[in-house]
């Protein structure tokens, strides 16, 4: 069988972590999103895999190159304009050959999810899952186990059982899912309304792991699950004096001073040096040659490559991109806190600041929970940031 993945989007609502890269190449536990999903098909046999790309293609396809690596046989098909998830399975015709998946390349679905989907042999299927905030997704009413509607991101209150956007289709749903795109249903979800008038859908409950990142700092929580399996592995220098507890991964050429406590779930890149006297707590994510200065304390975040941050400084909750610089006594303050995005209040509980890349930020400053920070900003010493900042902003 084949599976396509959709991995063509931007994700605007995840700026500013997105203005380099598309969503599925985000990290959670040092690796691309979307790498999750490949390794849940492999697991499940499903070894061809056609990608869907657009936005920053050249990030995919060079990470992934021809899926070797990872065991599997993957093509691509550019969408050259990404008009919806719909519209990208124009790009199909002739590429998939019969009944096919097509997920999402976004979310973190587990093999189980994936085996679920894998059952369905006859018809078209979606799997389906409750959700306590159904408003964020596509509401599925079911009627004895058939798709009825769709409602995609409701403002009332219809119910609580979501779209995953994973599915099982037959090759013959092609054409009419064609069909409703000249008809400008661009959106998988809408063209699949004018669909459910001539096939029948099945909706088919979530078994396994499936989890999605909508907002920044749902990519805290994707770490966490990221993070959850794996053993220690250490292959770097540790200092005499340092303490390593539970399941840490520590890349090459990484080194861990005396004095440092490392608390796992962690995972820390090739080429960094932390501490000494730095304590990483549970479920943090540390990139490639990042350096952490002395007495600084990160907890439960996503630390990008490349990043600095200065000594005494504290940092829980939170996700820094790549190439940041953070000077000493630097504060992530951790609280509830009422965030917007795209002109949406979101209310986000223990939440820490997301900060774009190639920011530098100065000495003493504080930055207060829910506060997101754009991509090439300078904030000067002793500074007190609070709300959003727009890319290249300067805060004296």
């Known amino acids: 069988m084949q599976a396509v993945i959709l991995a063509a989007g931007e994700g605007t609502r995840l700026r500013p972590f997105t ?20 390794e849940s098909l492999v697991a499940n046999g499903v070894r061809d895999i056609v990608m869907v790309v657009g936005y920053h293609k050249e ?83 079911l009627s004895q186990g058939r798709v009825v509607q769709i409602h995609e991101k409701p403002r009332e209150t219809v ?3 979501i779209n995953t956007g994973l599915y099982n289709f037959q090759g013959d749903i092609l054409p009419l899912i ?9 959106g998988i979800t809408e063209a699949l309304q004018g669909v459910l008038k001539r096939m029948d859908l099945s909706g088919i409950r979530l078994r396994g792991r499936w989890e999605d990142a909508v907002y920044p700092w749902d990519l805290v929580r994707l770490n966490e699950i990221a993070l959850e399996s794996g053993g220690q592995d250490i292959n770097g220098t540790i200092e005499p004096g340092a303490t390593i507890k539970g ?42 040659g990042t350096n952490i200065d002395p007495f600084t304390c990160i907890k439960n ?9 200065g000594s005494h400084s504290n940092i829980c909750q939170s996700v820094i991109d790549d190439s940041v610089r953070i000077a000493s006594n630097f504060a992530a303050t951790c609280g509830d806190a009422n965030v917007q995005i795209e002109k949406q209040w979101h209310s986000v509980d223990n939440i820490g ?18 506060s997101i920070i754009g991509s090439s900003c300078r904030i000067g010493n002793g500074a007190k940031v609070s709300g959003y900042l727009e890319n290249r902003s300067i805060v004296i």
């Open 59 to 141: 990030r995919i396809m060079s990470f992934f190159g021809d899926g070797s690596k990872f065991g599997a046989r993957i093509s691509y098909v550019v969408q050259d304009k990404q008009l919806g998830t719909g519209h990208a399975m124009m790009y199909l015709k002739g590429v998939v050959k019969g009944r096919f998946l097509l997920l999402p390349g976004d979310n973190i679905v587990d093999k189980e999810a994936v085996a679920a989907l894998l059952t369905i042999n006859e018809g078209s299927a979606v799997l389906v899952t409750e959700s306590d905030e159904p408003s964020k997704y596509g509401v599925v009413e």
């Open 301 to 309: 975040s996503i630390i990008m490559a490349n990043v600095n941050i």
């Open 353 to 370: 600041c997301m900060v774009g890349e190639e920011t530098s930020i100065g000495a003493g400053a504080i930055v207060s929970s829910g």
């Open 159 to 161: 119910g609580n059982i």
């Open 178 to 186: 064609e069909h409703e795109v000249k008809q400008g249903k661009y």
């Open 247 to 288: 399941p840490v991964r520590i890349g090459k050429g990484t080194k861990i001073r005396s004095g440092c406590y490392v608390e796992g779930p962690v995972v820390i890149g090739e080429g960094c040096d932390i501490g000494p006297s730095v304590s990483i707590m549970p479920s943090t994510s540390i990139g490639n």
């Open 19 to 38: 203005l380099t890269r598309p969503k599925v190449m985000l990290p959670v536990g040092n690796r691309p999103i979307l790498e999750f999903v490949v």
